[in-house]
Each structure stands twice: as structure tokens, then as C-alpha cells.
């Protein structure tokens, strides 16, 4: 098993920024990609960032590109998500997962095993 553990949500006005981390405990050997989703009020959960645990490779959802920064610091078996430039359309809680796969351009939450509690961000207009 792997436990997932985010904080750094909050509230923010638009254009501020935030960064969320995302500590992992448990068999973390048994993992190969983190993930960022995002689940706004009312809709599904959407893919926002990857990252492969061992050597670093991102990949990110076209609506983040240049604003959102993933990166990890396997020392600290944390992965982080810088939020910059961030607008309401943003506002969402924020989850952290973690996939057996070695695929990091998987988009669906279904490609990933471990998921944490989730954490709030909104962005106020």
C-alpha cells in the first residue's frame, strides 16, 4: 500500500499562486508515476500533471501548460505542484495519485492506483 498525504490548498486571488505538496509513504518502490487531478464543483475528476518518480519527466494538460510546474523530491518522497498565474476557473480540489505504470502520459484517473484526500483550492475573481 501507499499513502498519499496533500496540503497547501487554500484560497487565492486570481492571478496569485500556490504549491501544493503531496507526501508519500508506504511501499513507495512499488511506484513509478505521481499525479495531479483536479476535481471542480460539479464535474469529474480531470488530469492536471505527471510526473515520473524516477527520472523526472513531466507531462501536463493543455489548460496548465506554462502557469502549473510539477517536480519531486524523491529524498523527501514529496511531489509538488507549483500553481502560477492562477484564475478561477481553478478553483477545484486538488488530488494527488500514484500509478504502477511507467506511462506518464496517462490521463485517466483509472490508470492510478493510490489516491490522497484531496486538498481545496479556490481563486477568487
Known amino acids: 500500500q501507499v499513502q498519499l498525504v496533500e496540503s497547501g490548498g487554500g484560497l487565492v486571488q486570481a492571478g496569485g499562486s500556490l504549491r501544493l505538496s503531496c507526501l508519500a509513504s508506504g511501499r513507495t518502490y512499488s511506484v513509478d508515476t505521481m499525479g495531479w487531478f483536479s476535481q471542480p464543483p460539479g464535474k469529474e475528476r480531470e488530469f492536471v500533471a505527471s510526473i515520473s518518480w524516477s527520472g523526472g519527466s513531466t507531462y501536463y494538460a493543455d489548460s496548465v501548460k506554462g502557469r502549473f510546474t510539477i517536480s519531486r523530491d524523491s529524498a523527501k518522497n514529496t511531489v509538488y505542484l507549483q500553481m502560477d498565474s492562477l484564475k478561477p476557473e481553478d478553483t477545484a480540489v486538488y488530488y494527488c495519485?500514484?500509478?504502477?505504470?511507467?506511462?506518464?502520459?496517462?490521463?485517466?484517473?483509472?490508470?492510478?492506483?493510490?489516491w490522497g484526500q484531496g486538498t481545496q483550492v479556490t481563486v477568487s475573481s
Open positions: 495519485a500514484a500509478s504502477r505504470s511507467r506511462t506518464i502520459t496517462a490521463r485517466s484517473p483509472d490508470e492510478y492506483r493510490y
